[in-house]
């Protein structure tokens, strides 16, 4: 499935964030999003997946969801989102129960996800006695208990010491050869962009536009083993970004 | 790193400071601010008070005319059990209380939810309770007799209002401090309205749904006092007013002390009902 974005522009109250962007996130494609803090890369997931509506331009999914898919668009959290009166089999119950399946099945495909994130033992704990990193692999169970198409993540790892995020990232690289699922990953951190996205999108400081897209021709299992190309890669995204980014920081800001 | 390593290095060091020094500990200055629990001392606070309470009265310290002995008190609470008027007293103010508090709650819970979720409610509804919450309930106990009769009604009326006001703040304050993330979490999932209302705000709220109780709880028994003192012939209230009356003050310190029983007694079943429904947070 393909997600498109057509035009979006959006103000809060009367400061323009968002102006006229437009980029496709192709099937099975990781497109990520960076930008200096404060231009808008939040809002544009938000509104991507329908939780915001934009004031110009549309948000347009085309192809068909693979079967059984109950939430063809779905987001993984910066945090996490766990309701912390549910263990982690409840909450991925949680986003099962509305979908009427039969509690015996519904069993079946709590035990398969957490299985696939090793979670298994877990199954009965509460969200805090696990730790960050346990938390976010909890997030990604639930998201995988929906059959997404596409991912929605809003800085997924930034709540994570940088040791754990090096072992997620590793997670979402495997899950991702499984699975193939196509993603739009918003992030801060240049490291995760090179090392996860087929294309790079980077914005520029608020109101948000689109300075430049990167497109990185590498598959992602040879990556780690190619760093020295990453390293390059990741300076010149950065040469791209570091004036916005300076300007950016010097702004005084009334919207979150 | 190796043992002899560490070693090393700490020789170093200790050789280090020598040098320079002698070598005194950091002094402590952490500690304090922090609260341990002590099962024990509430209830020697209460025997102690009790029993230098008892020497005083039995050695003429305090006057009898002034403040009877516990002992006279707890002689009035046997009469009541003798006569098997204790019963009858604290049944009918548990019943009071209870269906009054019931309902109030119950009560107070929709309006806070319906406050806390629709915005028409909000607008309607918030200053309508603002502009009531402060009125005394006991000041309305003659509109409630005339409205729902000198009996049984009135009293538990009176609970009920004065119940239904901090239930309704505590409510849609707990349901407007559920996490924003939460909620957009379950409308991202697709989950319906009733959904996220039942599963993600009413337990989110719960914390404050419970507090509220505690505040709750205690102006109900306040305000059963009052409304038992109006027009009744059972209750701790009445008998409390009738002792006084009479100028029975053994009597009358046995109504207290029924009172702050029932307190205890209420304090306690609300922190039950809080370890259990809230046994997530710890």
């Known amino acids: 499935m393909q997600l498109i974005l057509r035009g979006i522009s959006h103000r809060y109250g009367g400061t323009n964030v ?16 960076v930008g200096p803090s404060g231009c808008g890369k939040s809002t544009l997931l938000r509104i ?41 089999a409840g909450n991925v119950s949680l986003v099962l129960e509305d979908h009427g399946i039969e509690a015996k099945k519904r069993r079946a495909i709590i035990d398969d996800v957490l299985s696939r994130t090793n979670l298994s ?29 596409i991912m929605l993540m809003d800085e997924p790892l930034s709540a994570l ?9 590793d997670d979402l690289v495997a899950l991702w050869q499984r699975e193939r699922f196509s993603a739009c990953y918003v992030t801060h951190n240049l490291a995760e962009a090179v090392r996860l996205g087929r294309r790079i999108v980077v914005l520029s400081r608020r109101p948000g536009r689109i300075r430049e897209v990167v497109e990185i021709d590498m598959p992602l299992t040879e990556r780690p083993g190619r760093l020295v190309e ?27 | 790193m190796s043992h002899e390593a560490a070693a090393e290095g700490r020789e170093r060091a200790e050789e280090d400071v020598a040098a320079r020094e002698a070598a005194r500990p950091v002094p402590f200055r952490g500690g304090g601010f922090t609260h341990r629990r002590l099962g024990p001392v509430a209830p020697i606070v209460f025997l102690a008070i009790i029993a230098l309470w008892e020497v005083g009265s039995r050695t003429g310290a305090i006057s009898p005319v002034a403040l009877p002995a516990p002992s006279e008190a707890l002689g009035a609470l046997a009469d009541l059990v003798a006569t098997g008027m204790l019963w009858k007293h604290v049944g009918a103010s548990l019943y009071r209380l209870s269906l009054g508090w019931a309902l109030g709650s119950l009560l107070g819970i929709s309006v806070g939810l319906m406050i806390g979720l629709f915005s028409l409610a909000r607008a309607g509804l918030l200053p309508l ?14 509109l409630f007799i005339i409205w729902f009769g000198i009996g049984e009604g009135s009293k538990v009326a009176t609970i009920l209002f004065g119940t239904f006001f901090p239930t309704v703040i505590a409510t849609y304050g707990g ?70 009356a009479l100028f029975a003050l053994d009597q009358l310190i046995a109504g207290v002390a029924l009172l702050s029983t029932l307190g205890l007694a209420i304090a306690w079943l609300i922190g039950r009902t809080e370890r259990a429904l809230l046994a997530w947070r710890a």
């Open chain 1, 18 to 33: 968002l102006e006229d962007i437009s980029f496709a996130v192709g099937d099975g494609e990781i497109v990520c999003i």
């Open chain 2, 175 to 244: 349901v407007d401090n559920v996490d924003r993330n939460l909620i957009r979490m379950g409308q991202s999932f697709g989950l319906s309205w009733l959904s996220i209302v039942r599963k993600i705000i009413i337990p989110g709220a719960m914390p404050a749904i419970l507090s509220g109780f505690r505040i709750s709880a205690s102006i109900a028994i306040v305000l059963l006092v009052a409304a038992e003192m109006i027009g009744a012939e059972t209750g701790i209230g009445a008998y409390i007013l009738m002792a006084g």
């Open chain 1, 230 to 256: 990453l390293e390059k890669l990741q300076r010149r995204v950065w040469e791209i970004m570091r004036e916005e980014a300076r300007e950016a920081d010097r702004e005084i800001s009334d919207v979150t």
């Open chain 1, 161 to 169: 010491d940088s040791q754990t995020r090096e072992l997620l990232m």
């Open chain 1, 121 to 149: 033992d877990f199954s009965h704990a509460l969200p805090r006695q696990l730790s960050g990193g346990m938390k976010q692999r909890v997030a990604i169970a639930r998201a995988l208990a929906v059959k997404p198409a």
């Open chain 1, 48 to 88: 991507a997946g329908g939780l915001e509506r934009p004031d110009a331009g549309e948000v347009l999914v085309a192809g068909t969801a693979p079967d059984g898919s109950l939430n063809p668009l779905t987001y993984i959290f910066q945090d996490f989102a766990l309701l912390p009166w549910r263990t982690v």
């Open chain 2, 129 to 142: 309770v603002s502009a009531l919450f402060p009125i005394p309930k006991i000041a309305l106990l003659p």
